[in-house]
């Protein structure tokens, strides 16, 4: 074959990828998540909004999640061909040829980076920039493959939105930013690891060393159960340190102790459990929870603001 002819082939297998498939190569689940704990950290940072300011963030923003998630999905289509819960994603199902989804990522990579430097302030296009990098370079080529704690350490990148957003609104990074970053970094470990209880199948034939495969699966169970009380009790510190309100303090310690209770479901689960409803229905509470700490904290800081101008006015 020659080099002309493989040009034909290739460029007949690109014009067969859709939108859809671009748009699946950017994870927009995970998207949609970093764009919406982003728009907390925006709120909830003590300043008046600019709204050309605030659309230009989110925008650079969720281009900037997505660049890492095809830059993800070009590194690892060799692990993502073997596991059955990526098998179909547009690289390794050829969908989409693996040189167009690095120059997809690194083009968006720059592109977010830039907008959000040049049009906001280079604090936030600098956090911008350290977290592609880290999801795409620290985490994805190098701990994922390479140790247990690769969702631990890695779970740092998909922490970082808030604190983007908080940057983008004040130019500055505040102890309530990190706290909101602190939320997101202990919840990951017992979401991906409730995951990795009933996909361990997966990530051992793909050769990933996930926490069950490694430290075996009572040995994960225990580290979910202590993610998930340090989780519970880092939730209501925005209340305790005088951030939030009594009201968003409840609904923090509610949920939070509902899921120091799934948890314990899944620490007390047998050992020769191989349905594991219980580390699906912790992965599956995971995911509200994660979303409704956020949704509380963004409503009690619209409201305060709505307080305060009424006082004002």
Known sequence: MT?????????????EATAGDYMELLKPRVMSLVIFTAFVGMVAAPVALNPMIALISIISIAIG????????????????????????????SGRILPDQALAFGLVLSVLSVMTLGVFVNWLAGGLLAFTI????????????????????????????????????????ISLESVILFLIIFLWTPPHFWALALFKTGDYARAGIPMMPNVAGEASTRRQIFGYSLALAAVGVLPWALGYASAVYGVAAAALGLGFIWYAWQ????????????????????????????????????????????????
């Open 3 to 15: 080099l002309l002819d493989k040009t034909a082939i290739d460029d007949a297998r690109l014009s």
């Open 65 to 92: 999640a997505g660049a890492s998630g095809a830059l993800n999905m070009w590194y690892d289509a060799d692990v993502d061909a073997v596991m059955s819960r990526t098998a179909t994603r547009p690289v390794p």
């Open 133 to 172: 990098f880290f999801y795409a370079v620290i985490y994805t080529m190098w701990l994922k493959r390479w140790t247990p704690q690769n969702i631990v350490i890695g779970g740092a990148a998909g922490s970082f939105p808030p604190m983007i957003g908080w940057a983008a609104a004040t130019g500055s």
């Open 266 to 313: 899944v620490l007390r689960m047998p050992a020769d459990d191989r349905v594991m409803r219980p580390a699906k229905a912790l992965f599956g509470y995971s995911l509200l929870y994660l979303f409704a700490i956020f949704a509380v904290y963004l409503v009690d800081a619209v409201v305060e603001r709505a307080f305060l101008l009424g006082a004002m006015a």
